[in-house]
């Protein structure tokens, strides 16, 4: 099992920006799939970002299209840590925000394919 530890929640304005961290346990972080979701009240949990190991040190990135262009996501394998660096948020960007690890490394968007969860940080983007 992989535990993952979110952190750099907090509250902001329209237009601003917040980096979210993920820091994972596990030795062989750097094959694992890792992957942010969200969750805003009353709706259900989606898919916000991923980055999946492509061979070599070479992995790609992935969005959800209402975050395309506006956040970034990243890794340290050195540090076993995932970053999502979110930029010109939005009202609607105000959710709980889950890190999450598919350790067979797969290309997936789909929550039900991720082995393991973070406990969330929460993002409020005020208008």
């Known amino acids: 099992q992989v535990q993952l530890v979110e952190s750099g929640g907090g509250l902001v304005q329209a237009g601003g920006s917040l980096r979210l961290s993920c820091a994972a346990s596990g030795r062989t972080f750097s094959s694992y799939t890792m992957g942010w979701f969200r969750q805003a009240p009353g709706k259900e949990r989606e898919f916000v970002a991923a980055t999946t190991w492509s061979g070599g040190s070479t992995y790609y990135a992935y969005y959800a299209e209402s975050v395309k262009g506006r956040f970034t996501i990243s890794r340290d394998n050195a540090k076993n840590t995932v970053y999502l660096q979110m930029n010109s948020l939005k009202p609607e960007d105000t959710a709980v925000y889950y890190c999450?690890?598919?350790?067979?490394?797969?290309?997936?968007?789909?929550?039900?394919?991720?082995?393991?969860w973070g406990q969330g940080t929460q993002v409020t983007v005020s208008s």
């Open positions: 999450a690890a598919d350790r067979a490394g797969k290309t997936t968007t789909l929550k039900s394919e991720y082995d393991d």
